[in-house]
C-alpha cells in the first residue's frame, strides 16, 4: 500500500480551515470551487461531481470537531482507477494560521505517483480558495 502525504501552511485561523473542511456538502463551493461543479450527500455518502460529468462516490467515515479530523473513502468513480481508497485530512494550530494535512492510502502502490501530483495540486487550490474565504 502507497501512502502520500501533503503539509501546507494557510494563512487563516485554524477554526476557519477546519470549517471549510467539515462543511462536506460544500466541496464545490468553499474548498475546490471551479474544481467541483457539484456535490450532494446521501446519508454517510457524498458525490462529487465535476465540469466533466464525472461522478465520485465518496462514504465519509468520520467528522471529528475535537482532533479537527475527517476520514473518507473513495468508492466508485476514482481516477485513475484504484483497488483501495482512504485519505484523511486534519487541521492543526499554528499560531494564527493553521496547517492542513492531507494524508491518502491507496493501492495499486503504482498509482502513488498520479496520485501524488494530484493531491499535491489539489491541496494548493484548498490553500487558495481557504484563504480567499478567510475573515480579514
Known amino acids: 500500500m502507497a501512502s502520500v502525504r501533503h503539509e501546507?501552511?494557510?494563512n487563516a485561523s485554524p477554526q476557519h480551515i477546519w470549517d471549510v473542511i467539515r462543511d462536506v456538502a460544500?466541496?464545490?463551493e468553499r474548498l475546490l470551487p471551479g474544481r467541483v461543479a457539484a456535490t450532494r450527500i446521501d446519508g454517510d455518502e457524498r458525490f462529487l461531481t465535476f465540469p466533466d460529468g464525472h461522478v465520485i462516490?465518496?462514504?465519509i467515515i468520520t467528522i471529528d470537531d475535537r482532533s479537527r479530523r475527517l476520514a473518507?473513502?473513495?468508492v466508485e468513480g476514482a481516477r485513475p482507477p484504484l483497488d483501495y481508497h482512504h485519505a484523511s485530512f486534519e487541521v492543526q494550530d499554528e499560531g494564527e494560521r493553521g496547517r492542513l494535512v492531507w494524508?491518502?492510502?491507496i493501492l495499486p502502490e503504482t498509482a502513488a505517483p498520479e496520485i501524488r501530483l494530484r493531491t499535491e495540486f489539489g491541496i494548493t487550490e484548498m490553500k487558495?480558495?481557504?484563504e480567499a474565504?478567510?475573515?480579514h
Open 8 to 10: 501546507i501552511l494557510i
Open 26 to 28: 460544500a466541496v464545490h
Open 57 to 59: 462516490r465518496e462514504l
Open 72 to 74: 473518507y473513502a473513495v
Open 103 to 105: 494524508i491518502t492510502d
Open 128 to 130: 487558495q480558495a481557504i
Open 133 to 135: 474565504s478567510a475573515p
